[in-house]
């Protein structure tokens, strides 16, 4: 409660957090928000300019883009928020046991995270986006296998801080079991530096599912996404530049407001995580 | 020191061997048939006797073990096999976009360095005032912006709007220019974020207030500041080097920059397996050797780090 009276009197943080609802929302309730399909071509329409049925204009194809970007919340936003949940749990469920049990499960699954780790996380998606094909849950996948060995490593550094603390060594000692010392003394301990970890990385996450997608290998069309539309602005560079904006500020916004609150909520919980951005 | 640097070097054996066993693999797992994917690009009907000459001559009827084996072999002497599409060795593929992907690397590392140090120093010298924070906003937008976007407006100002610079490809000396930059700047955000912040913990530490107690120059302090903060830089850059090249990915694809990258991504479209397997083990050796490498330097460097292995 400590942290969020904290974060409470960090006004940017709190502005953070109300635009990043909004987003959600948004995303949640666009086809109630949304003038327009975000997929249904209108060739009349064809790079029509700013008006008040299409308040951002229309792309080469008529498509409103307005509604392109609130039904871009769902893909671009919401895919990352599904990468980072599962990368998160298997970091955890990992890095908990390696950290708790130690000994040779711990040494078997540290190894394993070495040779994950010795590929740059770009390569190794590229490899599973090259082996799986293009699209949508492939690359979920990829950015999975990715990542979960640096949360694991990570997770497991937090959790044995913690069993290292006189508490915990005193619980041991009491004759506790592993288990019960887990669940009542590191695990209400280790949420809060996890929550940081996934919320400082998310961005980076939201940038990598739109580059990939800007390449035509992640979500394929017609389904939007703020990195392809970038992608198809970029045909129409010469004649429209202005509809290059709308995606990339987008991106922009969401990702800078993600990383800020991390920031804030690493002040907050007051923990600092040698922070390698990847 | 040799004692240190030969368990670091026997710690990679391992690690290499794991690497090309996952780059051995990932082409196992594809739902596909590499054979029929081979018959498939080049446009022959994948009849049942096609298939299984195809399998033959790729080799894949024998067991895995032994195709593993046969595999890293020729790997280690530079022999990926043949591509899909054009059927070329892929080693020749991969020599002919190599140099262009090096020297865009190059550049941008050397535009990373003049600008984050120069930035960095900046901050620190100003610490708190306006200028320093100025530059630490910028770098937290950085931070934040896909450098797609960032390409794709440069690319529209300099090239289109202003007319100054090629938009693509890689015709003349200035092509170059436009995509160093984009890749940079990715970079110089997470530097100079580092460096500022490292020098400005440094300045706090008690030789500089000693220094500053005895009356020494403002420059000479800052150079001993700047001193006592390379080593956690020169970790990083070392790291950095390896991730460059892999970053040239989208940048490459950008500016239609004719480099390993864009070679990687178009052979994902065609389905060319053996060019994407190449690819990654190289990537994959390059990023151990030069982790390798930056960790030799910094210890030594700095003896303190030579006790963990």
């Known amino acids: 409660m400590e942290v969020l009276s904290k974060l409470m009197k960090d006004r940017f943080a709190m502005i953070c957090i109300a635009f990043l609802v909004i987003v959600v929302l948004a995303g949640i309730f666009a086809p109630w928000i949304a003038p327009h399909s975000p997929i249904d071509v209108n060739v009349k329409e064809k790079l029509a300019g700013i008006s008040t049925s299409y308040p951002l204009g229309a792309d080469q194809l008529g498509r409103c883009i307005f509604s392109r970007l609130l039904y871009g919340v769902r893909t671009t936003v919401f895919i990352a928020f599904i990468t980072m949940a599962v990368t998160v749990l298997i970091g955890t469920v990992l890095g908990a046991i390696a950290g708790v049990f130690r000994g040779k499960i711990d040494e078997i699954i540290m190894r394993v995270c070495d040779i994950f780790m010795s590929f740059p996380s770009e390569v190794m998606i590229l490899a599973i986006i090259g082996m799986m094909g293009p699209g949508i849950t492939n690359i979920v996948i990829a950015s999975i296998i990715a990542k979960w060995a640096w949360y694991t490593r990570m997770i497991r550094s937090i959790v044995l801080k913690y069993t290292d603390k006189n508490y915990v060594q005193f619980a041991r000692v009491s004759g506790f079991s592993r288990w019960h010392i887990f669940k009542k003394h590191i695990m209400p301990n280790t949420a809060g530096e996890i929550a940081v970890l996934a919320t400082l990385d998310i961005g980076s996450v939201i940038l990598m599912i739109s580059a990939l997608s800007f390449l035509g290998l992640g979500v394929q069309a017609p389904t939007p996404e703020w990195g392809m539309m970038l992608n198809e602005a970029k045909n129409v560079m010469i004649i429209r530049p202005e509809l290059m904006l709308p995606p990339g500020i987008a991106i922009l916004f969401v990702v800078a407001a993600f990383n800020f609150l991390g920031d804030s909520l690493q002040g907050a919980f007051n923990v600092k995580h040698g922070t390698k951005r990847r | ?309």
Not at chain 2, 10 to 29: E, K
Not at chain 2, 40 to 46: G, L, Q
Not at chain 2, 149 to 163: A, D, H, P, Q, R
Request: hydrophobic residues 55%; proline residues 4%; glycine residues 4%.
């Open chain 2, 1 to 309: 020191m040799r004692h240190y640097i030969i368990k670091r070097l026997l710690s990679i054996v391992p690690l290499l061997i794991g690497i090309s066993f996952l780059a051995f693999i990932l082409i196992n797992l594809t739902e596909s048939d590499p054979a029929e994917v081979a018959l498939r690009v080049n446009e022959i009907t994948p009849t049942e006797t096609a298939v299984a000459e195809m399998r033959e001559e790729l080799g894949l009827d024998k067991p895995f073990i032994e195709r593993y084996i046969t595999w890293v072999t020729s790997s280690i002497k530079g022999d990926f096999g043949n591509s899909f599409i054009n059927n070329q060795p892929v080693i020749d593929e991969i020599a002919q976009a190599l140099p262009a992907t090096l020297l865009l690397a190059l550049v941008s590392f050397v535009i990373i360095i003049v600008v984050s140090v120069s930035a960095s120093i900046i901050c620190t010298m100003y610490e708190g005032r306006m200028i320093d924070r100025a530059i630490r906003g910028i770098v937290f937008f950085g931070e934040a912006m896909p450098g797609y976007w960032i390409g794709l407006l440069l690319m529209w100002f300099f090239s289109i709007k202003l007319n100054l610079l090629p938009t693509s490809g890689m015709s003349s000396w200035t092509s170059v220019i436009l995509p160093a930059v984009t890749l940079a700047l990715a970079y110089i955000s997470t530097y100079v974020r580092l460096l500022r912040n490292n020098m400005v913990q440094i300045k706090s530490e008690n030789f500089v207030l000693y220094a500053k107690a005895r009356g020494m120059k403002e420059s000479v302090i800052l150079k001993r500041i700047f001193k006592n903060s390379l080593q956690s830089a020169i970790t990083a850059l070392g790291m950095s080097i390896p991730k460059l090249i892999a970053g040239t990915v989208i940048v490459e694809n950008i500016f239609a920059w004719p480099g390993i990258g864009r070679l990687s991504v178009t052979a994902i479209f065609n389905y060319d397996y053996p060019v994407i397997q190449a690819y990654v083990f190289l990537m994959a050796v390059l990023f151990v050797v030069c982790n390798l490498l930056a960790d030799i330097v910094t210890a030594i460097l700095d003896p303190r780090m030579r006790k963990e292995v």
